[in-house]
Every structure is written in C-alpha cells, then in structure tokens.
C-alpha cells in the first residue's frame, strides 16, 4: 500500500467522507480537497478548492509536490469522470494509488489499477483484473477470473459470479447480481436488485429479475 501521508481528493460529496475514513485508517491523511462546483468542505479543517484553476492554484503553493497522492472522489456511473481527473493528475506528476480498506478481501492472485478504491468488506477473489478508476463499494464481491475494466463502478452489495466480463464504465447498481460467465458491455448500467442472465450490450440500462432492457445510457 502506498505512503498516503498527503493525499488530495478531486470530489467534495459523501464519497469523500468514505475515502477520508479508509486513507485515516491506513495512517494517512487527506490535505485538500478539490470540486468543480463551489461547495462547503466535507471534511473538517481540510479546505476546498474551485475547479481546475482552484487545483493549480493549490499545486503552485506546495513547495514539493513528490509524495502528494490523488484520488477521484466521485461516485455513480461517472467512469469517465474518474479517469479525467486521474489524467489531470498525471500532468501534474501526482500519484494515483490503490486505496483499500482493511476488511476487504483481495485475492493475491488479483490485479488491480490505479486510483481503484475497495471499500469495506468487498470481497476480490482469485485471478481477478480490475482496471483504473473503478470502484467496489462496500460489500461488493468480485468472484475468480472477473476481468473488469476502467471506471466500472459496483454498488455497495453487488456480485459478480465467477468469470464475468465488464467493459469500460460499467455501473452496477445495489444488490445487483451477474451470474457467471456473462459479459457486459461498455457504458452499460445494470439496475439495483438486477438478476442478469444473459449478455447486455454496450449502453444499455437493464433492470428486474430476469434483467431486462430499459432504455439507452443517455451519457454514454
Ligand atoms: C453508496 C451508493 O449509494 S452507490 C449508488 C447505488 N445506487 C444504485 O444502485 C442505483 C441504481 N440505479 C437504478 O437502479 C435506477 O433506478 C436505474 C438506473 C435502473 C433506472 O433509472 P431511471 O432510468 O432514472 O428509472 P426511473 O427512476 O425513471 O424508473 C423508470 C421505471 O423503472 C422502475 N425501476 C427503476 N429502477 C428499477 C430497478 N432497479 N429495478 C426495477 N425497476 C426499476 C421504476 O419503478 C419505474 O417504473 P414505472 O415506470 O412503472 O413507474
């Protein structure tokens, strides 16, 4: 686990509460916070900043940035934010850890990307790939040989059996179950309490149980 003595979270909502905890947890601190919109501070003594420019200006007012981590502290179906903020980061020479939380089950066996954030009790089993950016909510359970890719995010409770397959952006909601072997496409959003038992292609929404389609993702 990285050195998480100075870490900045681009996202000022509840899910930067819930990444503050994990980082205190694992001994390190949060020192900035950053939003795209004007917000008060989530967490206290810990200011906020506004936007890009609000980001340089924190940046050219550390008289080192080596040692500064950065995560994207924003939840729902918004991959693609995620992996934006982690490339703003990058140009800035910031690092992007893997963040844990301790209770979290993670196979020896499994790989997994930068700025990935597992939260508590979420379960990584046996020769599993997990992409940059995603998130595994609190009791999400990934089982052997999953293969998932950037910013897929798995709400809190969700499963995928073994061998399941998703791409890029993925949102798994609440309770959703994904029996294995199946594939999902890219952009795709599967409901809270799902039961999905065949393929969904890339951009569509399904819900139920048996999953069915609903519509299209409109953001994808
Ligand atoms: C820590 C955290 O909180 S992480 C975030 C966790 N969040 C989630 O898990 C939320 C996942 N999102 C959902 O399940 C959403 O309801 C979606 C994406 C499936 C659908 O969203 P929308 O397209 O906005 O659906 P909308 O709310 O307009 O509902 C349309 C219809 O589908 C039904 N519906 C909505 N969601 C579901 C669902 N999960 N399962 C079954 N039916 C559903 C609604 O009851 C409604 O039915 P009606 O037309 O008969 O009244």
């Known amino acids: 686990m990285a050195e998480l003595d100075r870490v900045i979270l681009w996202g000022c909502a509840g899910h930067a509460k819930v990444l503050a905890e994990i980082i ?3 001994g390190g601190k949060v020192v900035a ?4 919109a004007e917000v008060e501070s989530v967490l206290h003594d810990i200011p906020v900043y506004k936007g890009e420019a609000g980001f340089r200006q924190w940046i050219y007012s550390q008289e080192v940035l080596h040692g500064v981590m950065g995560l994207a502290a924003i939840g729902g179906a918004r991959g693609r934010d995620r ?3 982690h490339a703003l980061f990058r140009n800035y020479g910031i690092e992007i850890p893997v963040l844990a939380h301790p209770s979290a089950v993670i196979s020896d066996s499994a790989k997994v990307g930068c700025g990935t954030q597992i939260l508590a009790l979420a379960n990584v089993a046996a020769d599993t790939t997990i992409g940059e950016a995603c998130i595994l909510n609190h009791r999400a359970s990934v089982d052997h040989e999953c293969v998932i890719g950037n910013g897929v995010h798995l709400a809190p409770g969700s499963t995928l059996c073994g061998c399941v397959r998703l791409g890029d952006n993925v949102f798994v909601g609440a ?3 994904i029996l ?6 890219e952009d795709a959003i599967v409901g809270a309490g799902a039961v999905v038992t065949r393929d969904v ?5 399904v819900s139920g149980n048996p999953a069915r389609p609903m519509r299209k993702n409109v953001r994808a």
Not at 33 to 36: E, K, P, R, T, V
Not at 180 to 185: F, M, N, W
Not at 201 to 205: I, N, Q, R, S, T
């Open 24 to 26: 205190s947890l694992r």
């Open 33 to 36: 916070l950053f939003d795209n």
């Open 83 to 85: 992996l934006g903020i």
């Open 175 to 177: 309770g959703a179950i």
């Open 180 to 185: 294995p072997r199946l594939s999902i496409g």
């Open 201 to 205: 292609p890339a951009g569509v929404v």
